[in-house]
């Protein structure tokens, strides 16, 4: 291997104090999947966790064109000017690429990009969901342990990445485009119920009439949704920005202060991140689990073996899985705390 890691605890205190290449480096760690960088990587999170330092995590998403680089660029320069740490992390689980445009792509943010209250990694190519769950989310347990003070959690509108985003945010937000006709643009119903805030960008220019109209249509869907017992009256809100322009963003950014500070007041925040992190809990068993199915050597055979009893008709198959269990709850113990 190239550069040798520095040990854990001088990367620990480099990411704690909010240098950005060990940071970047951390991340590098926790995106390997080799058992030992697994390890040191847990060990890593565990140590930073001790420091309970909290970002606002904002979830955004937004189909490819709608203009979530541009949005981010502006959004984070603003945020920046106010005195902000912003950090910026993409998801995209299928791949890099997604209808032309590189999420989290540095020379499509430029000036954030430059910026030394700025942290921008793009996203990795792995290609199942569970792994870009797991990396996303102990990425930014690492950029709240640097002291980033936002991190923009960037998405696609496609598939399940979304929801998945949707999940580890603290405020989850949609970006649309302005759209003719009276059409809601095939949101689906799941994801407006997701969304804290809806942001119609490209108000601006010949389009500015538009998205007027596509904003005022969005905000009455979004009257006719159920209330959420974790928003105030409201929310969820449609606003228009344009991230050219400039127009709404500062708004934007308000209503989101308002809203978190309304959870946190009203204990939602904190109930929300410990269900999140109780749900994670519980995936990283269940992947645990499954990668001892396939992955480990011993239970590969017996499956091999059973399977073929079961082929074979001298087994049934009910009977064949719960040996297989039986052996799997014989393992050794996870560990447990004291
Ligand atoms: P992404 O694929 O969602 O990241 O979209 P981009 O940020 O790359 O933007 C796609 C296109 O829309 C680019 O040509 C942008 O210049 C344009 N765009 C983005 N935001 C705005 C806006 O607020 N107003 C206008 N008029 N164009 C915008």
Not at 25 to 35: D, N
Not at 150 to 177: C, H, P, R, W, Y
Not at 187 to 200: P, S
Request: charged share 25%; with cysteine.
């Amino acid at each position: 291997r190239k550069a040798r890691l520095p040990d854990l605890d001088t990367l620990a205190d480099r990411v704690a104090a909010g240098e950005r290449r060990a940071l970047a480096r951390a991340i590098t760690l926790i995106e390997s999947t080799r058992p030992e960088d697994r390890a040191l990587s847990t060990a890593l999170l565990q140590k930073l966790s001790g420091l309970k330092r909290q970002a606002l995590r904002i979830g955004l998403s937004g189909t490819p064109g709608v203009g979530k680089s541009t949005f981010i660029e502006a959004f984070g320069i603003a945020l920046i000017d106010a005195g902000l740490k912003v950090a910026v992390l993409a998801v995209d689980p299928s791949s890099t690429r997604t209808g032309g445009s590189i999420l989290g792509d540095k020379t499509r943010m430029e000036r954030l990009s430059r910026a030394p209250e700025a942290f921008i990694r793009p996203s990795p190519s792995l290609s199942h969901l569970g792994g870009v769950s797991r990396r996303t989310r102990e990425a930014v347990a690492l950029v709240e342990a640097a002291g980033f003070d936002v991190v923009l959690i960037e998405t696609v509108g496609v598939g399940q990445s979304e929801t998945m985003v949707a999940e580890m945010s603290d405020l989850f937000v949609l970006l649309l485009a302005p759209a003719g006709g009276d059409e809601l643009q095939g949101v689906k119903r799941g994801i407006m119920e997701t969304a804290d805030l809806i942001l119609v960008n490209k108000a601006d220019g010949d389009l500015k009439s538009t998205a007027t109209r596509t904003c005022a249509d969005y905000a009455g869907a979004l009257r006719l949704l159920r209330k959420r017992p974790e928003d105030p009256e409201g929310f969820p809100k449609a606003l228009m920005v344009s991230a050219v322009t400039g127009l709404g963003l500062e708004q934007a950014w308000s209503e989101m202060q308002a809203l978190a500070k309304w959870r946190q007041a009203e204990g939602h925040w904190d109930a929300r991140r410990a269900a999140q992190a109780r749900g994670w809990f519980e995936a990283e068993v269940r992947a645990g689990l499954l990668a001892r199915l396939t992955e480990d050597t011993a239970t590969r055979t017996a499956m091999d073996r059973l399977g073929a009893d079961v082929a074979a008709g001298k087994l049934t198959a009910s009977q064949a899985a719960e040996n297989i269990l039986e052996t799997l709850g014989a393992a050794p113990a996870l560990e447990t705390d004291p």
